[in-house]
């Protein structure tokens, strides 16, 4: 995920507007209304990775108290809550350091609503913008120095109580994209 240099990759999936992320984890189930209009790159990669599964199965892997609690790494998959709430190294890298394999742009710059406020559903990134791939975050509590580096792409819409439960080792069970505009 954080390595720069490859060449930006623009999700095939088609934003409809409406969709709505449906994560399920361990210690319950978050309700996100995702924001295409404000940034319509991140929602589209994002739905396009949970209808694929990528998230299924990962863990939330960096909990910092009253800061954030982030997950999407795959490096994840393969590890034990627990190893991965140690920091251990895992059978495919560090957590934290795994991704897709390609990076998206940076919408922070022109979305409208970036605004990280409590429970925001934002991506993380390395030091360049457009870094991000497949990591997310939830804010834990408004975090607004955050809003000119880091884009935004969801609100929390129900699931607050469940995301200030979540530590590093908690699983992402299944994320569902209700919604979702997909071709039959």
Known sequence: MFGFGRELYTPEYQVSGSEIAVIETTQGTI??????????????NFCELSLMGFYDGLKFHRYVPGFVIQGGDP????????????????PDGAPGTGGPGYCIKAE??????????????????SQHPDSAGSQFYFCLGPQHAL???YTVFGTTIDGL??????RAGDEIIHVAIENANVKE
Do not use: C, F, W
């Open 161 to 166: 109580d469940v995301i200030s439960k979540l």
């Open 75 to 90: 490096n994840t998959r393969d590890m034990s809550g627990e190893d991965v709430a140690a920091g251990r190294m895992g």
């Open 31 to 44: 309700r996100v209304q995702l924001d295409g209009a404000g940034a319509p790159v991140h929602v589209a």
């Open 108 to 125: 922070y710059a022109t979305n409208p609503r970036n605004s990280h406020v409590d429970g925001a559903l934002a991506m993380a990134r």
């Open 147 to 149: 809003d000119s580096g």
